[in-house]
């Protein structure tokens, strides 16, 4: 059938391109392209190749239309979600391709058997934004067995050699930035304090969630040590701030405890670090119900359209800004260079160490919006329309 000789030319191509060894850019530093390399195209003799005018074909020289990317994402229930889905979706699409996209709910069993159809069904390849990063490495077997390349998209897929590359932000950078923003905003380096300051970090099951907290963490210690910044709650360990699902729910009720339970005697609560935006949700609703103190700094993550009105009153402080249409042109790109048999662009292949190797990665860039330059980042660069914004508060000048 055309899928399985469109399969098979694709195959050869990726290994092909991945014998040749992966793209390099400026700060690709140590690792060499054997470690770098999955071992199923490392491991796939040359002999298995197409011919030499196959695997080099540029992508715009394959029938696209014959060849279906499966797209795994996690839930439809958080907004950014929804962007990557729609955003991968027509890419992929404008690019040519079919486009096989599965929500999960959330639910870890769900997107393995996700995964399992579109390794049966014969896609091409798998984008897959997982739920638990630790929970595929079975399934990904499969698609190892099957010869289909996959691309961990924003999150990293652990325990396996079966993950080709990672395309996402530099995730630890996001918990630097929002720790940076408490230090400055506090002025730390100049006022005596001390300050009080809790966290509430993400799910545990999901790697970027550990690379946002020690990110603020390792920012913010100095000053802990210091005795600048207290944890009254003393819960200062990823294990006793994470949120499971990264629910606003779960998230508020635990900020409600902690201010009951060391807040509530008049001790001002002066930041609270959350990881994204559904947990800073979270602390806000809390700290409006049951805080009476003086509205604390609360960062935040992904700019959602549900956070952008408390940015602009000021009851959340700030959210990381990552552009999820770069993201997912990166990841396209990444997509044609695997289809095609030619370089993927890569920016870091030491970082994402998933327990069995380093996977090349593309990190986007991350910024920070707050009240002041919401306008230029989300509204000048067409991330949200005036409608958008309107239709949640926000009066657009
Ligand atoms: C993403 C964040 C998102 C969180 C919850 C993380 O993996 O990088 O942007 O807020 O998941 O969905």
């Known amino acids: 059938m055309k899928r399985k000789l469109i399969s098979a030319l694709l195959c050869a191509a990726m290994t092909a391109s991945l014998l040749v060894g992966c793209g390099s850019s400026s700060n690709e530093t140590a690792a060499p392209a054997d470690d770098a390399a999955p071992a199923t195209e490392a491991e796939a003799p040359a002999d298995d190749a197409a011919p030499a005018d196959d695997a080099a074909a540029p992508a715009g020289d394959i029938d696209k239309s014959g060849i279906t990317i499966g797209v ?42 996700q995964i399992e159809n579109m ?31 996959v691309i961990a998209y924003d999150r990293l897929i652990k325990n396996t050699d079966a993950c080709s590359y990672y395309c996402s932000f530099d995730n630890y950078k996001v918990g630097v930035t929002q720790g940076q923003y408490v230090v400055d905003t506090l002025d730390l380096e100049n006022a005596e304090g001390p300050f009080n300051i809790e966290f509430c970090a993400g799910d545990p099951g999901d790697n970027n969630a550990i690379l946002f907290f020690d990110g603020a963490m390792d920012t913010l210690k100095p000053y802990i040590d210091a005795g600048k910044l207290v944890i009254k709650s003393g819960q200062d360990e990823f294990a006793d701030v994470a949120t499971a699902g990264w629910s606003t729910e779960t998230c508020q009720s635990r900020v409600q405890t902690i201010i009951s339970s060391y807040y509530a005697d008049g001790t001002k609560l002066d930041a609270v670090v959350c990881s994204n935006d559904s947990t800073a949700l979270g602390a806000c609703n809390a700290i409006d119900s049951d805080y009476s103190g003086d509205q604390p700094i609360v ?73 002041n330059n919401y306008k230029e980042l989300l509204l000048d660069t067409g991330y949200y329309t005036k409608e958008q914004l309107e239709e949640v508060g926000v009066t657009v000048e």
Do not use: H
């Open 119 to 149: 390794i049966s069904n014969g896609d091409n390849l798998l984008v897959i934004a997982s739920i638990d990063g630790s929970a595929l490495g079975s399934v990904l077997e499969q698609a190892k067995a099957a010869n289909i390349p």
């Open 299 to 371: 960062t935040g993550q992904d700019c959602d359209i549900a956070n952008i009105a408390n940015l602009v009153s000021g009851k959340q402080s700030m959210s990381i800004y990552k552009d999820t249409r770069e993201l997912a042109a990166k990841c396209v790109a990444m997509v044609d260079s695997l289809m095609s048999g030619s370089e993927c662009e890569i920016n870091d292949t030491e970082t994402y160490d998933n327990g069995v190797m380093v996977v090349p990665s593309y990190l986007c860039e991350v910024a920070f919006a707050d009240k």
């Open 72 to 113: 795994a994402m996690p839930t439809k229930d958080l907004q950014r979600w929804n962007q990557d889905g729609d955003n991968m979706k027509s890419q992929l699409e404008a690019a040519g391709y079919q486009v096989d996209l599965q929500y999960a709910s959330n639910d870890v069993a769900t997107q393995v058997s």
